[in-house]
């Protein structure tokens, strides 16, 4: 089978894609047929080699942790699924093989995706949905009637974050370039700051802010919040509370006990899922420069042709 690989770290030029021997199926685990995949900041970290305190990982390496497709077939210990039921799931970032035709993982990371969803949309849920989900409310303690600021509100956890605390009853500040307000005030967002123009500091009484940026963005961010307010960052590990603030690096690890929630927020007509660009799996280079961009809108994906 096809697989996206790489022998070294660095750049998304060190992915080639290859033909790969799938291994053995496993008593508790499912064969799926890869339909979709959806590519996290977290792939370029890994690529990169700066995660391997975290995520240590062996060369060869088939990056990608989010996944969608059919069951193949299923472990001898699996009764919940049968071959043809249509999934999505997330492997360990250590495990990845989400870039792939074909992936074996723990039947118990799965979840059967309902008849309406795409493939493409079912990819895009597992890391952003469940980041966006524990973030504002594991970490952040979001709560009805409060004031949150989502940066780079149009990427891909930004946009179910925004989702996600609009139906939770939160006054929703977005930051985003202007050609993503429109898109933004439609999916919930009460107020949105074009970051290229305005200074995000002008916001003020902030309960909450998701740090999708760190660096300067989140320096700044800390002057926002009001008393006992905090920050839930996604991307600086050592954030440490300041003056009165809190603040707390969000360790996202699992996808399975969010998917569900997920599942019936879009069956419900209450979570949309935004998609940027779709390559082909031979095109897997393309799309990891695309994620790398930072400028994407919504979620990346590949679409492995089965």
């Not at 060190?14 to 053995?24: A, G, M, P």
């Given at each position: 089978?096809?697989?996206?690989?790489?022998?070294?770290?660095?750049?998304?030029?060190?992915?080639?894609?290859?033909?790969?021997?799938?291994?053995?199926?496993?008593?508790?685990?499912?064969?799926?047929?890869?339909?979709?995949?959806?590519?996290?900041?977290?792939?370029?970290?890994?690529?990169?080699?700066?995660?391997?305190?975290v995520f240590p990982i062996t060369f060869p390496y088939n990056p990608g942790t989010?996944?969608?497709?059919?069951?193949?077939?299923?472990?001898?210990?699996?009764?919940?699924?049968?071959?043809?039921?249509?999934?999505?799931?997330?492997?360990?970032?250590?495990?990845?093989?989400?870039?792939?035709?074909?992936?074996?993982?723990?039947?118990?990371?799965?979840?059967?995706?309902?008849?309406?969803?795409?493939?493409?949309?079912?990819?895009?849920?597992?890391?952003?949905?469940?980041?966006?989900?524990?973030?504002?409310?594991?970490?952040?303690?979001?709560?009805?009637?409060?004031?949150?600021?989502?940066?780079?509100?149009?990427?891909?956890?930004?946009?179910?974050?925004?989702?996600?605390?609009?139906?939770?009853?939160?006054?929703?500040?977005?930051?985003?370039?202007?050609?993503?307000?429109?898109?933004?005030?439609?999916?919930?967002?009460?107020?949105?700051?074009?970051?290229?123009?305005?200074?995000?500091?002008?916001?003020?009484?902030?309960?909450?802010?998701?740090?999708?940026?760190?660096?300067?963005?989140?320096?700044?961010?800390?002057?926002?919040?009001?008393?006992?307010?905090?920050?839930?960052?996604?991307?600086?590990?050592?954030?440490?509370?300041?003056?009165?603030h809190a603040g707390e690096f969000v360790f996202f690890a699992v996808a399975a006990?969010?998917?569900?929630?997920?599942?019936?927020?879009?069956?419900?007509?209450?979570?949309?899922?935004?998609?940027?660009?779709?390559?082909?799996?031979?095109?897997?280079?393309?799309?990891?420069?695309?994620?790398?961009?930072?400028?994407?809108?919504?979620?990346?994906?590949?679409?492995?042709?089965?």
């Open positions: 089978m096809k697989a996206a690989l790489i022998s070294t770290f660095g750049g998304p030029d060190v992915i080639t894609v290859e033909e790969v021997k799938l291994r053995d199926l496993q008593p508790d685990e499912a064969a799926v047929r890869v339909e979709a995949a959806g590519l996290n900041p977290l792939d370029l970290k890994i690529i990169a080699g700066y995660m391997q305190q989010d996944f969608s497709g059919v069951i193949e077939a299923v472990g001898a210990h699996v009764t919940n699924l049968r071959p043809g039921d249509r999934v999505a799931g997330r492997t360990a970032p250590s495990a990845g093989g989400a870039f792939a035709r074909r992936l074996m993982i723990a039947a118990g990371d799965l979840c059967v995706i309902p008849p309406e969803m795409s493939f493409e949309q079912a990819a895009a849920l597992p890391t952003a949905f469940g980041t966006a989900r524990q973030a504002l409310f594991d970490v952040g303690h979001l709560q009805r009637g409060q004031r949150v600021l989502i940066h780079a509100a149009a990427g891909g956890v930004g946009s179910m974050a925004v989702q996600l605390a609009h139906h939770a009853g939160a006054y929703v500040i977005a930051t985003a370039s202007a050609r993503n307000h429109e898109l933004l005030k439609s999916l919930g967002a009460d107020e949105v700051v074009d970051y290229r123009t305005h200074d995000s500091t002008d916001v003020h009484e902030i309960d909450l802010v998701l740090d999708t940026i760190g660096g300067e963005t989140l320096a700044k961010s800390w002057s926002v919040l009001r008393p006992g307010g905090r920050i839930a960052s996604l991307v600086e590990f050592g954030i440490k509370p300041q003056n009165g006990p969010f998917l569900p929630e997920g599942l019936r927020l879009f069956q419900g007509g209450q979570l949309q899922i935004i998609t940027d660009a779709i390559f082909p799996l031979d095109q897997t280079r393309s799309a990891l420069e695309k994620l790398a961009t930072g400028h994407a809108r919504g979620k990346v994906l590949i679409r492995t042709g089965g």
